[in-house]
């Protein structure tokens, strides 16, 4: 097991976490490692890209099904030369 010390920890700080700890019935060193692991073994969240928030705010309303039109024949391009 490895050993972190934690300097210039502000007071107030300090203060919070012995608070905690005390009400968690865990000492202030135990309550430091529980919120590290639990801060540290969470999943980050990411940030959805654009068609993911889309997608979820209109799920609700249901999805849109469009035509697609036809193929055209490709047309020849034009003639510029004089």
């Known amino acids: 097991m490895a050993t972190l010390t934690i300097r210039r920890l502000d007071d107030a700080l300090k203060a919070r976490l012995r608070v905690r700890a005390a009400r968690q019935g865990r ?3 135990e309550e430091a490692r529980h919120i590290l692991k639990a ?3 969470e ?3 990411r940030r ?3 068609a993911e928030s ?3 705010r209109m799920a609700p309303v249901g999805g849109i099904e469009l035509s697609i039109p036809p193929r055209e024949p490709v ?3 034009p003639r510029l030369a004089k």
């Open 27 to 29: 000492s202030m060193e």
């Open 39 to 41: 801060g540290l073994t």
């Open 43 to 45: 999943e980050p969240m």
């Open 48 to 50: 959805p890209n654009l």
């Open 54 to 56: 889309i997608r979820r």
């Open 75 to 77: 047309r020849k391009p």
